[in-house]
């Protein structure tokens, strides 16, 4: 803009600074209206969770396995999971994911995903094998009972304890297994799988040699061509006597006694 002045009978020309433009305030944001907060991803995919199985064999310790596997996980995610379980005797029970989450460079997203299942495992312990054996013993017969006392019982789990006792007895001819009988004590019938090795009782005929004089006694050969007495008797005691009205000469035999029909 040009101004005209007097000065001296002359016009001088003036030049007004012009006012610089200014920027638009930007408007001040109401703190009622909310931020716009960006909207999450759903995964629809089918994802698995299963607990581990573990197996052994009874050892006096918990099986535990707190592992777990996924399938259909997308890349990128990992997983956490919590999985309870224990099993101390023979037997099975369950492995089970108690809690888990999914995550994405360390964020939760857990709730991203809308097809989530939750397997279970089993944790299972078989019997521990174990061997009784028992003692044998032999002898001819004399009428009082054969018995064996030695016994024993290998492959308890290191610091269980039980008892066995050999039971078997006979005392006619004959023979039997060795039998035993076990006292549980800290350690658990339940627990163990028994394999036998049973010793034998065996009762032999005795054996007995004579002289024989006779002559109302007659010696009658049987099926298997042995000679035997007829019109002989026992006594009382299982001993054997001769009875005879006669004595002509005289015969060595031999013959087997026991309590036999």
């Given at each position: 803009r040009v101004v005209a002045t007097e000065s001296s009978g002359s016009e001088t020309a003036a030049t007004e600074p012009e006012t610089p433009a200014t920027e638009p305030e930007a408007p001040t944001p109401d703190p009622e209206t909310p931020t716009p907060i960006p909207e999450k991803p759903v995964y629809e995919m089918s994802v698995t969770l299963k607990a581990a199985s573990a197996d052994k064999v009874y050892d006096g310790s918990a099986l535990t396995d707190s592992s777990a596997t996924v399938s259909g996980l997308p890349d990128g995610f990992t997983y956490e999971a919590v999985v309870k379980g224990s099993q101390k005797d023979a037997g099975s029970s369950e492995n089970t994911i108690t809690s888990y989450k999914i995550l994405k460079d360390g964020e939760d997203v857990t709730d991203q995903f809308t097809n989530v299942t939750l397997e279970k495992g089993s944790l299972t312990i078989t019997k521990a094998p174990v061997t009784v054996k028992t003692g044998s013993s032999e002898k001819d017969y004399d009428g009082t009972a054969l018995t064996n006392a030695s016994?024993?019982?290998?492959?308890?789990?290191?610091?269980?304890?039980?008892?066995?006792?050999?039971?078997?007895?006979?005392?006619?001819?004959?023979?039997?297994?060795?039998?035993?009988?076990?006292?549980?004590?800290?350690?658990?019938?339940?627990?163990?799988?028994?394999?036998?090795?049973?010793?034998?009782?065996?009762?032999?005929?005795?054996?007995?040699?004579?002289?024989?004089?006779?002559?109302?006694?007659?010696?009658?050969?049987?099926?298997?061509?042995?000679?035997?007495?007829?019109?002989?008797?026992?006594?009382?005691?299982?001993?054997?006597?001769?009875?005879?009205?006669?004595?002509?000469?005289?015969?060595?035999?031999?013959?087997?006694?026991?309590?036999?029909?």
């Amino acid at each position: 803009r040009v101004v005209a002045t007097e000065s001296s009978g002359s016009e001088t020309a003036a030049t007004e600074p012009e006012t610089p433009a200014t920027e638009p305030e930007a408007p001040t944001p109401d703190p009622e209206t909310p931020t716009p907060i960006p909207e999450k991803p759903v995964y629809e995919m089918s994802v698995t969770l299963k607990a581990a199985s573990a197996d052994k064999v009874y050892d006096g310790s918990a099986l535990t396995d707190s592992s777990a596997t996924v399938s259909g996980l997308p890349d990128g995610f990992t997983y956490e999971a919590v999985v309870k379980g224990s099993q101390k005797d023979a037997g099975s029970s369950e492995n089970t994911i108690t809690s888990y989450k999914i995550l994405k460079d360390g964020e939760d997203v857990t709730d991203q995903f809308t097809n989530v299942t939750l397997e279970k495992g089993s944790l299972t312990i078989t019997k521990a094998p174990v061997t009784v054996k028992t003692g044998s013993s032999e002898k001819d017969y004399d009428g009082t009972a054969l018995t064996n006392a030695s016994a024993s019982m290998n492959g308890l789990v290191s610091g269980e304890k039980a008892d066995v006792t050999a039971t078997g007895s006979i005392t006619d001819v004959g023979f039997i297994d060795n039998t035993y009988e076990i006292i549980w004590d800290t350690a658990k019938k339940e627990n163990y799988e028994i394999t036998e090795d049973l010793g034998r009782l065996t009762v032999n005929p005795m054996r007995v040699s004579f002289a024989l004089r006779w002559s109302s006694a007659t010696l009658i050969p049987d099926e298997s061509g042995r000679e035997d007495l007829s019109g002989a008797a026992f006594a009382q005691n299982r001993s054997l006597a001769a009875v005879i009205s006669e004595e002509h000469e005289s015969k060595d035999l031999n013959c087997y006694c026991g309590n036999r029909d």
